[in-house]
């Protein structure tokens, strides 16, 4: 069914920061193989390193050891998107939509009318031509997703995308995000804090181990798609929850 390739294939990977004696091991070694289409999400301890991981996945950063192979044919690359959103002040709202559009050189017009698609979808029809000062976290944050968006990504990499915002306004964008990546199958690698958004959203759920981090857990969330929010009162999500708590709180503990 579909493209058999993985979208993601790291071996070994390792980073390390710094020179000895000062050296600081922050990843791995992690092994992961993401395939088309799925949702994948990573949690784990503060510091534990997966946004060194999203960047090197991202292109951002180098391993210091071992291999990340992205598959993606090329006019749609991966998108990543950042914790504080990433966007630029001083463009307007579909400016910055249109961002990853002008950089692969699709013709203005035609940017244009994608980038006002996804404002539409993302209830931003009205600010196209504001600049993100005037808009709310929560507002901004959707700028940035429908930026990533837009270029229609083969491979979308999100570190806390959501860690910013009030509570319910997290949980209405998880429901859109959750919408969004079921109609389009996209392919996602996601990074939280919270458990909850993780079982909420992922085909599967990796803990990964306090510093260096290392993957040391694996579980499905055993909710068939499409999903919906819906899903967090059922006592399977409650059960789920507290075994990835249990995990991660021995990890959360310094040693
Ligand atoms: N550019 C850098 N130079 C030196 N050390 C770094 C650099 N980037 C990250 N580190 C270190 O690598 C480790 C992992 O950092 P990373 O930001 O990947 O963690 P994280 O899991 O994303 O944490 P959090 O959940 O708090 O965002 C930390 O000890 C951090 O101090
Ligand atoms: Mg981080």
């Not at 060194?52 to 690359?77: D, K, M, Q």
């Not at 940017?111 to 979808?121: E, F, G, K, P, V």
């Not at 270029?151 to 429901?175: G, K, S, T, Y």
Request: positive net charge.
């Amino acid at each position: 069914m579909g493209d058999p390739h993985p979208k993601l294939h790291a071996t070994d990977l390792t980073r390390t920061f710094g020179r000895a004696p000062r050296a600081v091991d922050a990843l791995g070694p992690v092994d992961l193989t993401v395939t088309p289409g799925e949702f994948v999400c990573l949690v784990g301890p503060s510091g534990c390193g997966k946004s060194t991981f999203l960047r090197i996945a991202a292109g951002l950063l180098r391993p210091s050891t071992g291999r990340l192979e992205i598959r993606t044919s090329s006019p749609r690359p991966a998108a990543m998107i950042f914790q504080d959103y990433g966007i630029y002040d001083w463009k307007t709202v579909r400016a910055n939509v249109r961002f990853g559009l002008d950089i692969q050189r699709v013709p203005r017009r035609e940017a244009n009318a994608r980038a006002d698609q996804w404002l539409t979808r993302m209830g931003l029809a009205d600010f196209a031509h504001a600049y993100p000062a005037a808009l709310s976290g929560g507002m901004r944050q959707r700028v940035a997703i429908a930026r990533a968006l837009a270029v229609e990504p083969e491979l979308l990499l999100m570190d806390e995308p959501f860690a910013a915002l009030d509570a319910q306004l997290r949980m209405i964008l998880q429901e859109e995000l959750l919408e969004l990546t079921q109609a389009t199958r996209t392919t996602t690698l996601f990074v939280t804090h919270s458990l909850e958004e993780a079982i909420v959203l992922g085909d599967r759920v990796l803990v990964m181990s306090a510093r260096p981090g290392r993957i040391i857990a694996e579980h499905h969330p055993p909710f068939p798609r499409p999903r919906t929010g819906d899903i967090r009162s059922t006592p399977e999500f409650t059960s789920l929850k507290s075994d990835l708590w249990d995990l991660l709180r021995k990890e959360a503990v310094p040693a």
